[in-house]
T-cell receptor, first 110, second 115 residues
Framework: LAKTTQPISMDSYEGQEVNITCSHN???????ITWYQQFPSQGPRFIIQ???TKVTNEVASLFIPADRKSSTLSLPRVSLSDTAVYYC???????????FGKGTRLHILP | SAVISQKPSRDICQRGTSLTIQCQVD?????MFWYRQQPGQSLTLIAT?????????ESGFVIDKFPISRPNLTFSTLTVSNMSPEDSSIYLC????????????FGPGTRLTVL
């Protein structure tokens, strides 16, 4: 499973766009990139998944450059309720398990 | 998607006792997993709960300490045996519903405190 590196913490303000970048230099050809969100006292929640280029859903966008060695989760116009830990994971599903890194603790300020 | 519930949501236990945590999924799933999460820390995978066979444990976790059952495709239990204060943690189960098991659904967790 490819190792991921992401910032330990980030602060932003309500209404701003937040971009969290994850490095995965050893990503394999069959690997997908998946982001999870975890609120305090809750289990992680799937946000978005992509393989290359750009993916967008109702929650976020995921930008993946051509070399796929990094990815950026973009949260548009954040609110206080977006305060959470965001985990970037890389894998192809064949191992049938997820290994979580340390995640990025995002704190949204009023 | 899948909805996952866990029982109990929290418990306070005495040293040396055991606690069994239940995980129920609202649909049949291929894979179920158990994690541990210390306060302020990331999740650590304990084991994969295999239906009809013994669980697959990660390094540092053994069956005698964390026996797991998976009697069917919607239910699993994790027992924390002979507990010590170091076992105080949040225990979460998750389920993979499709062929790409990077997409998993998590339960709300069980907060365990061992005195």
């Amino acid at each position: 499973l490819a190792k991921t590196t992401q910032p330990i913490s980030m602060d932003s303000y309500e209404g701003q766009e937040v971009n969290i970048t994850c490095s995965h230099n050893n990503i394999a050809t069959n690997d997908y990139i998946t982001w999870y969100q975890q609120f305090p006292s809750q289990g992680p929640r799937f946000i978005i998944q992509g393989y290359k280029t750009k993916v967008t859903n109702e929650v976020a966008s995921l930008f993946i450059p051509a070399d796929r060695k990094s990815s950026t989760l973009s949260l548009p116009r954040v609110s206080l309720s977006d305060t959470a830990v965001y985990y970037c994971l890389v894998g192809d599903g064949r191992d049938d398990k997820i290994i979580f890194g340390k995640g990025t603790r995002l704190h949204i300020l009023p | 998607s899948a909805v996952i519930s866990q029982k109990p949501s929290r418990d306070i236990c005495q040293r040396g006792t055991s606690l069994t945590i239940q995980c129920q999924v609202d649909s049949q799933v291929t894979m179920m997993f158990w994690y541990r999460q210390q306060p302020g820390q990331s999740l650590t995978l304990i084991a994969t709960a295999n239906q009809g066979s013994e669980a697959t444990y990660e390094s540092g976790f053994v069956i005698d300490k964390f026996p797991i059952s998976r009697p069917n495709l919607t239910f699993s239990t994790l027992t924390v045996s002979n507990m010590s204060p170091e076992d105080s943690s949040i225990y979460l189960c998750s389920a993979g519903t499709g062929s790409d098991t990077d997409t998993q659904y998590f339960g709300p967790g069980t907060r365990l405190t061992v005195l």
